[in-house]
């Protein structure tokens, strides 16, 4: 079945991006699994993402046959029910844990999904430009000399234009997470057009 080779597909481009992340860039895994899962399956989305678009794992409607609920599924998607599940279940833990400190569930869904949204969150608040440089000079500057999480950051904070110090601890360190809440929120014409003003 077609659907059975894009699986294969987005496998397969999952283990070859090892070759980057584990194999020229030397990452130790079990140092920090970050490195080396957590990079890569961001790249992994966005992958699909470009050949596949937003939903691209809709792709897969027919493996479950008549019970079809990944019509409108894409890979942030998936990153967002796994992640979301260890934030309700408070099981949450952080990044900069060694390989051998996560539970089997944890090591998966906080180095795979959690790091998928922290570098979303990091390109958004570099800028997209700015984050690729820094992602191919880390690459560069890096590349067969067993990197660890300083050097990542190092290079990181480099191009960008504000201190991500509370960033990363935030992301890396810690367990916390956004809980604002919009309180209320008002639209007014202003002449030109309207303008709303949200309170959070």
């Known amino acids: ?9 987005t496998v397969i481009v999952h283990e070859v991006g090892h070759n980057w992340f584990q194999g020229m ?3 130790n895994e079990r140092a920090s699994v ?20 937003d939903l691209g794992l809709t792709k897969f409607d ?10 409108d599924l894409g ?22 844990l060694r390989g051998e400190q996560y539970s089997r ?16 969150a990091l390109r958004w608040t570099m800028g997209e430009d700015k984050y690729n440089t820094a ?19 190092i290079v990181i904070q480099e191009f960008s234009d504000i201190d991500l110090t509370d960033f990363r601890k935030e992301w890396m360190e810690t367990t916390h997470y956004n809980d ?13 057009g309207y303008v709303t003003k949200v309170y959070v």
């Open 1 to 9: 079945y077609q659907n059975w080779n894009n699986l294969l597909e």
């Open 25 to 27: 860039l030397g990452s």
């Open 34 to 53: 970050f490195l080396d899962e957590g990079l890569n399956s961001f790249y992994d989305g966005e992958y699909i993402k470009h050949y596949y678009g």
């Open 62 to 71: 027919s493996l479950l046959g008549d019970f079809n609920i990944l019509d």
């Open 75 to 96: 890979d942030w998607h998936y990153h967002a029910l796994l992640y979301s599940q260890r934030l309700a279940t408070q099981m949450d833990v952080p990044m900069n």
């Open 105 to 120: 569930t944890n090591y998966s869904i906080v180095n795979y999904s959690k790091a998928v949204f922290m570098l979303h």
């Open 135 to 153: 992602m191919r000079t880390y690459f560069d500057r890096w590349h067969f000399k067993h990197p660890e999480l300083d050097d990542f950051w």
């Open 180 to 192: 604002f809440e919009i309180a209320d929120y008002e639209t007014t014409n202003s002449g030109d």
